[in-house]
């Protein structure tokens, strides 16, 4: 969304001459926009986003000056249940109702354009929960109403504890089982593990790709390595989304792509699948017999074949491969006093075998592992995270906890407010059923006659 609406992360509110004409190119010809996830859309950012929209549709035949969006159709899809809006105050989610004195003007205007949305339709057929006892339980940890017995059921499906039968975790189907984790230090090292554990059973080889770091065509000096690697250890506790230096791949493994290279082809960012080849470098030396192979140079590409893809096959390949290059990052480093560009180039992509809550969401996983245990240093689990990462498979036969948890967790109740927005959203529900009769009977009328 921060690209089909020009919206910078450092963004000053300002537009330059060339992101107005970039807008008007895109949305000149487009009719509809949907959202997904809309649950992490803030108020100023749904503010922004209209607002940029607006500029672009100024060219555009069905272009509304007065209207939200410059006129355009906007659908929005999600549960407001589900994560809210990153890196924000809480009472940006759109759930929140305005506060005068604490709100921005943004902030404001972004609640106006959300109530402007009237026409809604509530979709209560659960399609990914099959299981009636486990449906039932997510309802409640959905509204913050969770029991003793809920926490007992709970209990029973840690592993290797409780009631539940023991599982061969080596043999299908929970040898492809997924984890679901908040911290990243767990879904780098399952990650880890799960790649090496895949080579030592299919004999394939692993390699150790480091990423090329160049400042103007030419390698980076000691002391500038000294800083990237620096800014690599800093980048890690804050999570920042840089190329990583480091990525291990082998034939076979599953893997995730970390970048939007190709969305109109789905080829973005979360999109998953598996390595069919790896094709090297060709200045890359000729390769060691080992188990483990360190590449001098990042691969020219690996084919990967997509669980999902809208690209026509490629002569030669199967439908849904495709080849993913190494792509470039700039950064910036100070070294000395001095501000100095890096272009660092590396395959956007990691191993698939563990996600974090946030990367699950929206996700459906046949066999899950979830780790719901408080983490050590960022605080409590919300009731957001813990049904986001509970309701990705199908009930309790498909999923298992890692470990114990904090039994509070699951005694917190939600805001208010968010509560108040079900009842608003189920009258608007019901608002709109009303109107899709009486526009049902009508057409049927005219029809008879």
């Not at 006129?71 to 005068?100: K, M, R, S």
């Not at 004195?101 to 404001?108: G, H, I, K, M, R």
């Not at 030669?316 to 501000?339: D, F, H, Q, R, Y």
Request: charged share 25%; with cysteine.
């Amino acid at each position: 969304m921060h690209v089909i609406g020009q919206l910078s992360l450092n963004a000053n509110g300002t537009l330059s001459a060339q992101a107005r004409a970039r807008l008007k190119r895109f949305w000149r010809h487009r009719q509809y926009l949907i959202i997904d996830e809309y649950s992490m859309l803030s108020k100023t950012f749904l503010a922004n986003l209209s607002n940029n929209i607006s500029i672009g549709m100024q060219d555009s035949p069905h272009f509304k000056p007065d209207d939200p969006f410059g006129g355009l159709n906007v659908i929005l899809c999600g549960d407001l249940h589900q994560f809210p809006p990153v890196a924000n105050w809480a009472t940006e989610a759109l759930y929140h109702p305005v506060n005068g004195a604490d709100d921005s003007t943004e902030a404001q205007i972004g609640r106006k354009i959300y109530e402007s949305f009237t026409t809604v339709v509530i979709l209560k057929e659960q399609m990914r929960v099959t299981d009636p006892t486990w449906r039932e339980f997510l309802t409640r940890l959905r509204y913050g109403r969770v029991g003793d017995s809920d926490i007992r059921m709970l209990q029973n499906l840690i592993i290797d504890q409780g009631d539940s039968p023991l599982i061969d975790f080596d043999a299908e189907p929970w040898c492809n089982a997924g984890l679901v984790t908040p911290r990243h230090a767990v879904r780098e090292k399952w990650n880890e593990f799960a790649v090496r554990k895949w080579c030592r059973t299919s004999r394939e080889q692993l390699f150790v790709c480091t990423a090329r770091d160049e400042i103007r065509g030419r390698e980076l000096s000691r002391k500038e390595k000294y800083v990237m690697a620096s800014r690599h250890g800093e980048n890690k506790r804050k999570k920042c989304k840089d190329l990583p230096w480091k990525i291990e791949i082998a034939k076979g493994m599953k893997v995730m792509v970390t970048n939007n290279l190709k969305t109109d082809l789905d080829v973005t960012n979360g999109a998953r699948g598996e390595i069919v080849d790896i094709v090297l470098h060709p200045d890359e030396p000729l390769l060691p017999d080992g188990p483990i192979v360190n590449l001098k140079h990042p691969p020219a590409y690996v084919l990967v074949k997509l669980e999902r893809t809208k690209a026509s096959p490629l002569p030669g390949l199967e439908t849904g491969v495709i080849p993913i290059e190494p792509i470039a990052s700039k950064m910036k480093i100070i070294v000395n006093g001095s501000a100095r560009t890096v272009t660092r180039h590396q395959l956007p992509m990691t191993a698939a075998y563990a996600f974090t809550d946030y990367r699950a969401q929206g996700q459906s996983i046949p066999y899950v592992i979830v780790d719901i245990a408080k983490p050590p240093s960022c605080g409590n689990l919300t009731l957001f995270s813990v049904y986001v990462a509970l309701s990705r498979s199908s009930g309790r036969h498909t999923i298992r906890l890692l470990r114990d948890f904090d039994e509070e967790t699951f005694k917190r109740s939600h805001h208010n407010a968010l509560l108040a927005e079900d009842n608003r959203l189920e009258e608007l529900n019901e608002r709109t059923k009303k109107e899709w009769e009486a526009y049902k009977t009508i057409v049927e009328g005219y029809r008879t006659t």
